[in-house]
């Protein structure tokens, strides 16, 4: 499986999520780790069958959710040095969120366009500008039109291509399954900080 590569899986698994030869290189990647958090929680949502779109759909509310369960002080809480509060991770997904509206457009309207990568930590440097209540809203609005948005593309859409730095080419689908995996990483991430100040 020498020309295999995570789009290539990803893309496949859509199409079979029982496909072994290409789960047993996944799980042979992910051992080596040999890919992002976000492809292997990719990986994972798709093996185990769930919906992508229900799953980009539904972080919103359990972001706010989260966030709403615990006193105001306990959002600036880390759970270690360096490591982001729950603070950071709403402005992080709203930002990410924002450059994967970027990403998605450009798909869509350009022929295998590079695709915009970024550094998200030196992105902090930003956090203290807007409240956290209004980095949630900003988010739950971008992503409310990033989901009518995926639904509404045909399957023809959800093949186009784009180019990233460090992934390489992936088609859409795989773009938006990634997505989804990243939410999902950072809704543990999430939950690690809340609980940091129990």
């Known amino acids: 499986m020498s020309d295999i590569d995570w789009a290539k899986a990803l893309d496949q698994l859509f199409e079979n999520p029982h496909d072994q030869e290409i789960r047993s ?42 966030v709403e369960s615990v006193p105001a002080p306990r959002l600036t809480v880390a759970p270690g040095d360096g490591e982001w509060n729950a603070v950071h991770i709403v402005h992080h997904l ?31 440097r930003f956090f ?37 730095s460090y992934r390489g080419a992936e088609s859409l689908r795989v773009l938006l399954a990634v997505l989804a995996g990243h939410d999902r990483d950072h809704l543990d991430q999430l939950r690690d900080a809340l609980a940091a100040g129990d």
């Open 128 to 164: 203290a500008v807007e409240p956290v209540e209004d980095a949630l809203e900003r988010f739950e609005v971008s992503r409310r039109n990033t989901v009518a948005l995926a639904r509404s593309l045909s399957s023809e859409d959800l093949d186009r291509k784009g180019v990233l």
């Open 25 to 66: 290189w996944a799980e042979g990647e992910i051992s080596r780790g040999a890919c992002t958090p976000g492809q292997r929680r990719a990986y994972e949502l798709l093996t185990a069958g769930e919906s992508v779109m229900d799953l980009l759909q539904a972080t919103p509310d359990a972001v706010r959710k989260m």
């Open 94 to 124: 709203a930002d990410n969120e924002a450059v994967n509206a970027v990403r998605i457009r450009s798909v869509l309207t350009e022929d295998t366009p590079e695709i915009f990568g970024y550094d998200s930590d030196p992105w902090t």
